[in-house]
């Protein structure tokens, strides 16, 4: 796994061994951030259930001024913590070493509102609606906050609009799925 594009070009990623993580592939990635290019300039960008970084470093890379990496296996937080210092955007990026929704709980005080937030939770566990709803209420996505969501194809997001949110695009690969959501400004 590597960094794509951006001032980290061509860096090798490391990732932690066996199952705990699920890292995106690098064309998946490619085809994401093609999509969300044109607003990661000077951005501030969430990365929920973090892994090796790869996502958030890829925003750093790419030009978002900063990243907030949210992950709680001890394991993968050191390879985010290797993965910023390979790649020389530790200073640009904060690592939050707890489960997700303690992460948001800790952002909340802050007082940062994130440009992007992106999830790539354990599949099939309903986590997505865990973060949305936790989402709903909270002055770290606004109206303009872009949410993006790696899940499996069956997860079902019909639920996202009886929660205040709008589905602005889904893009389906052959094992999993992103779906672009933002707060519905007419709920």
Same mark, same amino acid.
Request: hydrophobic share 40%; charged share 30%.
């Given at each position: 796994?590597?960094?794509i594009?951006?001032?980290?070009?061509?860096i090798? =990623?490391?990732?932690?061994?066996g199952?705990?993580t699920?890292?995106?592939?690098?064309?998946?990635?490619?085809? =994401?951030f $093609?999509?969300?290019?044109n607003? =990661?300039m000077? !951005?501030?960008?969430l990365d929920?259930?973090?892994?090796s970084?790869?996502?958030?470093i890829?925003?750093?890379?790419?030009?978002?001024?900063k990243a907030?990496?949210? @992950?709680? $296996?001890?394991?993968a937080v @050191?390879?985010?913590?290797?993965?910023?210092?390979?790649?020389?955007?530790e200073?640009?990026?904060?690592?939050?070493?707890?489960?997700?929704?303690?992460?948001?709980?800790? =952002?909340e005080d802050? $007082?940062?509102?994130?440009?992007?937030?992106?999830?790539?939770p354990?599949?099939?566990m309903e986590? @997505?609606?865990k973060v949305?709803?936790?989402?709903?209420?909270s002055g770290?996505a606004?109206?303009?906050?872009l949410i993006?969501a @790696?899940? !499996?194809?069956?997860t079902?997001?019909?639920c996202a609009?009886?929660?205040g949110?709008?589905?602005?695009?889904n893009?389906?690969y052959k094992? $999993?799925k992103h779906?672009f959501l933002?707060?519905?400004?007419?709920a």
């Amino acid at each position: 796994m590597r960094v794509i594009a951006g001032s980290a070009r061509r860096i090798q =990623l490391k990732t932690i061994g066996g199952l705990d993580t699920r890292p995106t592939t690098d064309r998946i990635k490619e085809t =994401l951030f $093609n999509m969300i290019q044109n607003r =990661l300039m000077q !951005s501030c960008f969430l990365d929920c259930f973090s892994g090796s970084g790869a996502i958030g470093i890829e925003a750093l890379s790419r030009g978002a001024s900063k990243a907030v990496f949210i @992950e709680q $296996n001890p394991r993968a937080v @050191e390879c985010i913590r290797q993965n910023l210092k390979a790649t020389h955007l530790e200073e640009k990026a904060q690592v939050l070493t707890c489960d997700v929704l303690t992460g948001l709980k800790r =952002l909340e005080d802050t $007082n940062t509102c994130f440009d992007i937030i992106f999830m790539d939770p354990p599949y099939d566990m309903e986590w @997505e609606k865990k973060v949305l709803a936790y989402l709903k209420d909270s002055g770290i996505a606004d109206q303009e906050t872009l949410i993006i969501a @790696e899940a !499996s194809l069956k997860t079902d997001f019909s639920c996202a609009e009886h929660m205040g949110y709008m589905v602005e695009k889904n893009k389906e690969y052959k094992t $999993n799925k992103h779906v672009f959501l933002r707060k519905d400004f007419r709920a």
